[in-house]
């Protein structure tokens, strides 16, 4: 068995792959309501296969993730890549509804089995030769290149519409082709670079179909750990509410860019910029969210993001210009990125080698089931009221999401005074 990675060079390892990962999708974020509705679908029927996409990532959290903590991280996150390839290519060959649906649903097959596993792998090796240590920065690090790599993507994907070297095919489709391209060349990445210890029991396919076997249990020892940790049960509800802000600036934003525009063609024509330097601010924001940490703690910057981010997407809903919603929506998606690695290092303090793809699951489960909730009832209240009055109340409500972060403070204390009572 060959030695495990040093932390440098997992690092690096799960730096490059985070580009491999996110850059495609960079090329497709902002155009994938588009070409749907650019080949004939209407707005209702592309919402409605796409949304499958969340549906199938909340079916399949835990059984995918309970197969990479027992089978191992590197063969779920290979396949996990393969099926990326694939919905790539759905979508670029998609004409009707039930094309993209099955395009989505694949996109969310990926999604689930992605969920976890690199991150997972990356902690493990960093633990198994400095056990125990905190991977904060690590994680921000991560985040920050996860969103510098979408932020290139989508502004090459405008570059590629924009330039339509194609007549005879859709400017919209491009964008896929390349993204297709991408998809496969990650695989290889993956394949190169992505080594993992081979586990005990798990050779051949007999093996790897025992290990297999292992993941019920591995979901019930997750939900019991859920049910009996107060932390990981509160962090789990802090991404409930985290998920009702993300509707603001996800999914809101561009419906209020055009109410104040007065025109969805001027809102998706600053769409694709206003993207790039959300994602571009995604990146500062993970980046200062690892000096904070170091500063004041990891559970006061994950609370301090927490409460910000909500105030911003309440800010998003009150402003009354295109500018200054586009300022208020960049502030808030900074803040975004802030929030997000120091909440996945509190997830890893309660997690452990067998279980981690696990607990990182748990969590994004409850995200995808929270925002794909969230979503039509706060479209229900935006038609009743108006677009504002919907980001106001879903800002307002994240931020009480905050509150279930002090079980974990409380630990934090507990950690801290037992590192300081122990001699030097």
């Known amino acids: 068995m060959s030695a495990p990675l040093t932390p440098t060079a997992a690092r690096r390892v799960f730096l490059l792959l985070t580009v491999t990962r996110w850059f495609p999708i960079g090329l497709v974020v902002g155009v994938m309501t588009l070409l749907p509705l650019e080949r004939g679908l209407s707005v209702a029927a592309t919402l409605t296969a796409l949304a499958l996409t969340g ?7 835990l059984p995918t993730s309970s197969v990479a903590d027992a089978l191992g991280r590197r063969p779920v996150y290979l396949v996990a890549s393969l099926v990326q390839v694939a919905a790539a290519a759905v979508y670029l060959v998609a004409d009707s509804f039930w094309g993209f649906a099955l395009a989505a649903g694949l996109m969310g097959v990926f999604r689930a089995l992605d969920s976890g596993p690199l991150e997972a792998w990356f902690v493990d090796t960093v633990h198994a030769t400095t056990p125990g240590a905190d991977v904060d920065g690590h994680l921000s690090a991560q985040s920050t290149v996860l969103g510098v ?5 989508a502004l090459v994907s405008g570059g590629l519409v924009w330039w339509h070297p194609v007549a005879s095919s859709s400017a919209l489709a491009l964008p896929f082709a390349v993204y297709l391209a991408l998809a496969a060349a990650h695989v290889a990445a993956v394949l190169v670079w992505l080594k993992e210890p081979a586990r005990s029991g798990t050779g051949g396919a007999g093996g790897a179909l025992a290990s297999a076997r292992e993941a019920p249990a591995v979901v019930r020892d997750g939900l019991r750990l859920l ?8 962090l789990v509800v802090v991404e409930v ?3 009702v802000a993300m509707v603001v600036f996800e ?3 561009p419906i209020r860019l055009a109410e104040l525009l ?7 024509a600053w769409m694709g910029a206003v993207a790039a330097a959300g994602w571009g601010v995604f990146s500062a924001g993970s980046a200062l969210a690892g000096r904070a940490s170091r500063r004041i703690g990891v559970t006061r910057t994950a609370v301090l993001a927490r409460v910000l981010n909500g105030l911003g997407a309440v800010t998003m809903g009150l402003v009354a210009g295109p500018v200054a919603l586009v300022a208020a929506y960049l502030v808030t998606y900074g803040l975004h990125g802030a929030g997000g690695p120091v909440h996945s290092a509190l997830l890893h303090r309660e997690a452990h080698s067998g279980n981690r793809a696990t607990v990182l699951s748990m969590n994004s489960m409850m995200a995808f089931a929270a925002f794909s909730l969230a979503t039509p009832l706060l479209g229900l209240l935006a038609e009743r009221t108006s677009t504002p009055v919907a980001m106001v109340t879903a800002g ?3 931020v009480l999401g905050a509150l279930w972060y002090l079980p974990a403070r409380r630990q934090e204390r507990r950690r801290l005074a037992e590192t300081a009572a122990v001699p030097v």
């Not at 007065?262 to 998706?268: I, Q, T, V």
């Open 262 to 268: 007065g025109s969805g063609e001027r809102a998706g």
């Open 55 to 61: 549906w199938v990532v909340f079916a399949l959290e």
């Open 396 to 398: 307002a409500l994240s």
């Open 251 to 253: 999914t809101f934003q």
């Open 227 to 234: 049910g009996r940790s107060p932390v990981l049960r509160g």
């Open 149 to 153: 790599s979408i932020s290139a993507g």
């Open 241 to 243: 509410f985290w998920s």
